[in-house]
Nanobody, 124 residues
Framework: HVQLVESGGGSVQAGGSRRLTCTAF???????MGWYRQPPDNECEFISS???????DYSDSVKGRFTISRDNGKKTVWLQMNALEATDTGVYYC????????????????????WGPGTQVTVS
């Protein structure tokens, strides 16, 4: 499996913006990629995905505020987060959607499958 490393998190005021970066150490050309969030006291949440053909999908909670993008040549996936809210707080992970937790999983992100270190985003 391709190693993925997330970066770009930090503390931000409500209403602010942050851009997360997912760097792959291997090809992601053929992979549908996604961002997932682990809140402090809730289940793993799907945030957004971008297919290998460029089509995107967003959870209702972030639609209109977050934008996912990718550059296969740079082996990188980004998540631009705008109008951040306190409920956006959590650890953000990227993963190939094919090996990410399925819908209805109900547990913590890192208890299912393989994950990078994640990057913490704290909104206050």
């Amino acid at each position: 499996h391709v190693q993925l490393v997330e970066s770009g998190g930090g503390s931000v005021q409500a209403g602010g913006s942050r851009r997360l970066t997912c760097t792959a150490f291997g090809s992601i050309d053929a992979s549908d990629m996604g961002w997932y969030r682990q809140p402090p006291d809730n289940e793993c949440e799907f945030i957004s995905s971008i297919r290998s053909d460029g089509r995107t999908d967003y959870s209702d909670s972030v639609k209109g505020r977050f934008t996912i993008s990718r550059d296969n040549g740079k082996k990188t996936v980004w998540l631009q987060m705008n109008a951040l809210e306190a409920t956006d707080t959590g650890v953000y992970y990227c993963a190939a959607t094919a090996i990410a937790p399925p819908k209805g999983y109900g547990g913590r992100c890192t208890d299912n499958g393989q994950w990078g270190p994640g990057t913490q985003v704290t909104v206050s």
